[in-house]
Antibody, heavy 116, light 106 residues
């Protein structure tokens, strides 16, 4: 059974940093692109970033470029999102998802709240 | 950036009815369009990928069609569990974008 479990969310002040993690199981992790997608409270979905199987190719939505970094550790079946210079508009549930383009499996999400 | 516009924003229907949801892209996305279903407090669930392919385990009452800029998702006979929010998403060009969603309510 495919499982994706996110962690690392919480309350952070504007300008602060947070690192999200996702541990995958039930499939061959290094065969897949992986993605982060977020959803602000009561709003729609926004694709944030994705990363190729070996980690050599990464893409970001413009609003997070230069502030967020996606990475993966295939030996540990883990996906990370380092978030720096956080803004109130980054407040959302962050989902880890399998596949880079039209994700087929999603975690339950972790809530990030950016507020003073 | 490709903007996806879904219509209508909300639909009020009854179980057993047939419904067609629309998604229009601001530029050609070929057939690289997916549909997701999301219920409150849950992550999205992939229903359809590449315009017309049902994802694993998705019932046959869900079907997708379209190419270029105009797409649709049809549910032939609504079940109580189908009342949710539906999103379209394109993967033809980055950033991959989602529509704003259509809420299906009883």
């Amino acid at each position: 059974e495919v499982q994706l479990v996110e962690s690392g969310g919480g309350l952070v002040q504007p300008g602060g940093s947070l690192r999200l993690s996702c541990v995958a199981s039930g499939f061959t992790f290094d065969n897949y692109w992986m993605s982060w997608v977020r959803q602000a409270p009561g709003k729609g979905l926004e694709w944030v970033a994705n990363i190729r199987q070996e980690g050599g190719e990464k893409y970001y939505v413009d609003s997070v470029k230069g502030r967020f970094t996606i990475s993966r550790d295939n030996a540990k079946n883990s996906l990370d999102l380092q978030m720096d210079s956080l803004r109130p508009e980054d407040t959302a549930v962050y989902y880890c998802a399998r596949r880079g383009a039209s994700p087929d499996y999603w975690g339950q999400g972790t809530l990030v709240t950016v507020s003073s | 950036e490709t903007v996806l516009t879904q219509s209508p924003a909300t639909l009020s229907l009854s179980p057993g009815e047939r419904v067609t949801l629309s998604c229009r892209a601001s530029q050609n996305v070929d057939t690289y369009l997916a549909w997701y279903q999301q219920k409150p407090g849950q992550p999205p669930r992939l229903l359809i990928y590449d315009s017309s392919n049902r994802a694993a385990g998705i019932p046959a009452r869900f079907s997708g069609s379209g190419s270029g800029t105009d797409f649709s998702l049809t549910i032939t006979s609504l079940e109580p569990e189908d009342f949710a929010v539906y999103y379209c998403q394109q993967r033809d060009n980055r950033p991959f974008t989602f529509g704003q969603g259509t809420k299906l309510e009883i």
